[in-house]
């Protein structure tokens, strides 16, 4: 062998050493993994509404949600929107006790409320959530560990509206019973 013929070896560039698989997530996946439980239903639904009106997709979202508008509290803190669930429950709390005599309507009108608007504002604060960690973070990676943290659901959220369900109702016959003693 001689010189030359070594050069040329030496000169050809040895091969790239493979790169590790990338992760490439899209919108629909992050969201299918954000919602956990369940998601087909509300991937179904907001594909209806993105199909309508794809610039403003909740504007014409319309759906009914039975878990949201019979149990209220449990499904939303077990979808973690604490928030939410806290302020319409306080909310109707208020007005019962503002409005006693109108209790049962106002309980069955925020239950239809509920009802009607559930399923859009948590899809709306599950994008809004999805958008605001793809914005703080720095790898596609570092999405994901973020939305497991913060997506999916929360038993004991659900578990917890429960016992404030109960312990609420036990509390309102509680009164109720009094207040009939106190009458007679």
């Given at each position: ?6 050069n040329?070896i ?12 990338r ?5 629909d996946?992050l969201l299918?993994?954000f919602i956990?439980p369940?998601?087909?239903h509300?991937i179904a639904i907001?594909?209806?509404?993105r199909?309508?009106?794809p610039?403003q997709?909740?504007?014409a979202m319309?759906?009914w ?7 209220f ?5 077990y ?11 306080i909310a109707g709390?208020i ?6 005599s ?6 069955i009108?925020?239950?239809v409320?509920t ?6 504002t948590?899809l709306q604060?599950?994008v809004?959530?999805i958008a605001?960690l793809k914005a703080i973070?720095d ?9 497991d943290?913060a997506g ?7 578990w917890f ?9 036990l ?9 009939g003693?106190?009458q007679?």
């Amino acid at each position: 062998m001689s010189f030359e013929q070594l050069n040329e070896i030496l000169a050809v560039p040895p091969p790239p050493l493979p790169t590790a698989e990338r992760l490439v997530v899209d919108d629909d996946f992050l969201l299918r993994r954000f919602i956990g439980p369940n998601a087909d239903h509300y991937i179904a639904i907001y594909n209806t509404a993105r199909a309508k009106n794809p610039d403003q997709p909740f504007g014409a979202m319309r759906s009914w949600s039975w878990p949201a508008a019979l149990w209220f509290l449990p499904w939303a803190l077990y979808r973690k929107m604490w928030l939410f669930g806290g302020s319409v429950t306080i909310a109707g709390i208020i007005l019962s006790l503002l409005f006693p005599s109108a209790g049962t309507a106002m309980g069955i009108g925020l239950a239809v409320a509920t009802g009607f608007i559930s399923n859009r504002t948590y899809l709306q604060l599950t994008v809004r959530k999805i958008a605001k960690l793809k914005a703080i973070s720095d790898s596609e990676e570092d999405v994901l560990a973020r939305l497991d943290r913060a997506g999916d659901v929360s038993s004991f959220g659900a578990w917890f509206g429960v016992v404030v369900l109960v312990c609420a109702s036990l509390i309102a016959a509680v009164s109720g019973y009094n207040a009939g003693l106190n009458q007679n």
